[in-house]
């Protein structure tokens, strides 16, 4: 199984700081916020009224229109940055033993849009149930890997992961093993979200876990800042082509860098706050890092959970200084969520390819909006504060954690 190794070989995206990775790296090192207020519905008697939407996206120039009766939001997001990552891969599809090419794709809640519509349109109405025979297929979470599957004949392994927070980390986790244990030679892998509607904003709002900074959205994501009130609600995805490394270079692929260990604990702690002391955490980066066979003094970047909640970014800032120690002050920590906002069930795939910008451009993208970090966290910690750094990166890590106590680790590797 150690004899098969991983690598991408093709990236894509669509979130709230690109609608494609030129631009998404291009405002990673820019810094560039992508909150805002919510204009998706009128959110003005909801507590919190900021989201990081997804920018000049209009479907209909993206998709026929046929297709579009068959494509929740999410799975809109899922094919154009699916469709990125295979573009950027070069494949030749004729060639291609496509029965060894799966999808394995992650979202936290799927097609929650298709539901609240079609629940909606019938509570609204006169009672008569007059569903859509699209509203199941559009709705189950599993649908956009069938819908990737379809488009390029692609017949190995084929399923959705949902883990909360975590689940495209955990889809990119089920890739990287599958292909090990040769299952596969190659898995486009990522994940999706489109939660940006009534009940998806209400329920978190409810829970106080949104920021509600309604006067300053642009600052209101601010991982590690003293007076952080909430993380930002998101929408988008990312896609990434997972492939055998022998299979890559017999094709001449282009690699961005290698999937080098992976690692998944629980905190069986709470239901939705972490462990004060990331014991689950420590657990999962340690897996990562015994499985690559990285030495804590060998990472470079970590890019992290911080999701812009007091209790997140203390419990995940304690694991890696614990898990760490003295090398913690070597290596760069930084929170895109800064910029692009929680993505949900897709935020991992999106943050493992800020990874892939940090590996391949020698750059840490920063954490924004932070005024005064929190007195709480250890002011020696370099947590790429504003603006990008120069820097060779060798090793980088990326930490996801979800509600229900799920961890998940990544570490990639530069070629």
Known sequence: MGQRRVVITGIGTINPIGNNIAEFFQNLEKGVSGAGPITAFDATKFPSQVACQVKDFDPSQCFERKELRKYDRYSQFAMVAATEAVDDAALDLESLNRERVGVIWASGIGGVNTFYDEVMGWAEGNGTPRFSPFFVPRMISDIAAGHISLKYGFMGPNYSVTSACASSNHAMIDAF?????????????GGSEAPIIIPAVGGFSSMRALSTRNDDPQHASRPFDKDRDGFVIAEGAGALVFEEYEHAVARGAKIYCEVAGTGMSADAYHMTAPHPEGKGAITSMRQALEEAGVAVSEVDYLNAHGTSTPLGDLAEITAVQRLFGENVYKMNISSTK?????????TAAVEALACVFAIEKGIIPPTINVEEVDPQIDSKLNLTLGTAQKREVKVAMSNTFGFGGHNSTLVFRKL
């Open 177 to 189: 093993n599958l292909i090990r244990m040769g299952k596969a030679d190659m898995i486009v892998t």
């Open 338 to 346: 800064s910029m692009t906002g929680h993505l949900l069930g897709a």
